[in-house]
Each structure stands twice: as structure tokens, then as C-alpha cells.
């Protein structure tokens, strides 16, 4: 079955000519948004070489911003890493995904990580976490998907007693898993990634990543996007995260 970026390439003109990559080995940046257990099997459709070049409407700087209330629950800065093999949650767009854009977009993460376990560090174990972040680009057309952007992940750990973490990730790239459901992969092949807080490991979180899967398939996800009402939010199923 095509991933996302073929069907879109065939489906829109204006975007055929982009070349896709093979670019991430999940994610996120998505976000998630993040170590990926099992991101060997996904198939990468997004060309982040491009995608980041034409990256206009969001900076991490603006993301980090939408990120920091979280932060302020307090609590001990814990070392080491962490690792959630289950995320799941939910992608909001405003106004929905269209195939037909009508202006700026806002996207906003709110997303549940559970099944949580720690490696070098003496903090509480860690039992679950809530991630948000918030993206702003310059259209809502259904295309904007494959456009990489900058994301900063901001996470409150349960127990509280744990301090937060906000990770900043340079890009995402477009993954698909085994039953072809589009999901997002962070960092990029090339994208950096930076973690203050709570879990940044030995070198400020640069081994963190995040990967999730919706619910739709890119054939479903650009159906919903060419209906009047648009797409207004894409489910995640599935996902893992890690921060180290």
C-alpha cells in the first residue's frame, strides 16, 4: 500500500515532483510525542532533506514556549533515562486538515505515556507521564503533514515528585507501521534532539526518541481531509517513547 507521502504526491500535482527519503531509523521530533522499540519494521515516507529546507512557520524556540507551564509542578530533577512502551493520545488540528487550506494552522499533542520503566537513576519509578506540545505552520492544507517541523515535548511524570521534562526535537519524519497507519517519528534522520529536566541522561537527552501510530491509514487520513468538515484530530494508538 502507498505511505502518505506517495498517495499524496499522486493525489496532489503541486507536490508530485518532491522526492521522498528513507529518513528515520519514531519519533518524535512528534512529537510525541519519544528509544523506538521495533522502528526497523516502519517504512519512512517523509524526504526530510526538503522537508526541513521549506520549514517556514514553526521554531522550537515558539514550541519550548507552549511547553514550559508544565514545568512548573516542581519536584527532584531525576538522571538516568526513561523508557514508555505504550503512548497513546491525541493530535488536534485548527481548524481541521483540509485538502483545500484555508489559513494558519495550530496542531497541540496531548498525549498519555504509560508502561514506564527507568535505568540509572535513584529517583521513585516512574508510572506514567503526560506529554503536550503545540505547532504552529503557516497552512492547514492536508500537505503540511510532510513538512518537518520543529516540536518541544513537554512532560509531567507521575509521581510528581519527579520533575518535568521538556524535549526539544529538530524535526519528525512520517512513518507507517505494519498495518500502513500513519504515525510520526522524532527526530528526523538528521534532526537533533535536546532534553532539560528530568531523564537528559549523560548528554542532554541526545539519544532521545519517540515514535507513535494513528489510527488511520494515509489512504483514510486523506479521505477525511477531502470532506468538508476537514480532519480535526487524528487518534495515536500506539507508541513509544525514551529519553536518555
Same mark, same amino acid.
Given at each position: 500500500m502507498l505511505g502518505l507521502g506517495s498517495t499524496l504526491a499522486l493525489m496532489t500535482p503541486s507536490v508530485a515532483h518532491r522526492p521522498l527519503s528513507r529518513a528515520?531509523?519514531?519519533?518524535? +521530533?512528534?512529537?510525541?510525542?519519544?528509544v523506538l522499540s521495533g522502528c526497523s519494521s516502519k517504512t519512512l515516507t517523509s524526504n526530510t532533506s526538503t522537508t526541513q529546507a521549506s520549514t517556514t512557520t514553526t521554531s522550537t524556540t515558539s514550541a519550548a514556549a507552549a511547553a514550559t507551564p508544565v514545568t @512548573?509542578?516542581?519536584?527532584?530533577?531525576?538522571? #538516568?533515562?526513561?523508557?514508555?512502551?505504550?503512548?497513546?493520545?491525541?493530535?488536534? !488540528?485548527?481548524p481541521p486538515l483540509s485538502n483545500t487550506p484555508?489559513? +494558519?494552522e495550530t496542531t497541540r499533542l496531548s498525549l498519555t505515556a504509560t508502561g514506564c520503566t527507568t535505568a540509572g537513576?535513584?529517583?521513585t519509578q516512574v508510572t506514567s507521564g503526560t506529554a503536550t506540545a503545540t505547532i504552529?505552520? %503557516?497552512t492547514n492544507g492536508c500537505v503540511s503533514l510532510l513538512t518537518s517541523k520543529p516540536v518541544a515535548v513537554a512532560v509531567a511524570w507521575s509521581p510528581s515528585s519527579i520533575h518535568a521534562s521538556v524535549a526539544s526535537f529538530g524535526g519528525y519524519a512520517i512513518v507507517?507501521?505494519?498495518?500502513?497507519?500513519t504515525g510520526f517519528g522524532l527526530p528526523n534522520a538528521k534532526g537533533s534532539? %535536546?532534553?532539560a529536566g528530568s531523564f537528559a541522561g549523560t548528554d542532554n537527552g541526545a539519544k532521545s526518541t519517540a515514535s507513535t501510530d494513528s489510527n488511520l491509514t494515509s489512504v483514510q487520513l486523506l479521505t477525511a481531509c477531502g470532506t468538508a468538515a #476537514?480532519? +480535526?484530530?487524528?487518534?495515536? @494508538?500506539?507508541?513509544?517513547?525514551? !529519553? %536518555?
Open positions: 528515520l531509523t519514531f519519533a518524535v +521530533p512528534l512529537a510525541l510525542v519519544v @512548573a509542578a516542581g519536584g527532584v530533577v531525576v538522571a #538516568g533515562s526513561v523508557t514508555c512502551t505504550n503512548v497513546t493520545g491525541t493530535i488536534t !488540528f485548527t484555508t489559513g +494558519p537513576s535513584s529517583g504552529q505552520s %503557516s507507517t507501521d505494519a498495518a500502513q497507519h534532539v %535536546s532534553v #476537514g480532519l +480535526p484530530e487524528l487518534a495515536i @494508538a500506539s507508541g513509544t517513547v525514551t !529519553f %536518555s
